[in-house]
């Protein structure tokens, strides 16, 4: 009972792990989906700026 081992290091570089799969997906989502995306706020702009009025 001398020594404890300390896992917080461990730990620690699982989450960055982790959040570093997840920046990974979210931008492999957005390279394919972000042309669609953007027609799609080009095309909700334009609706507002033809609204009569």
């Known amino acids: 009972m001398l020594y404890l ?3 917080e ?3 620690m570089v699982e989450y960055a792990l ?3 799969m997840v ?3 979210v931008i492999a989502i957005l390279m394919l989906l972000g ?3 953007g027609n799609v706020f080009s095309r909700v702009t334009s ?3 033809n609204i009569p009025g």
């Open 5 to 7: 081992p300390q896992e």
């Open 18 to 20: 982790v959040l570093v």
């Open 23 to 25: 920046a990974m997906v």
């Open 9 to 11: 290091g461990q730990g």
């Open 47 to 49: 609706a507002l700026y």
């Open 35 to 37: 042309p669609e995306i």
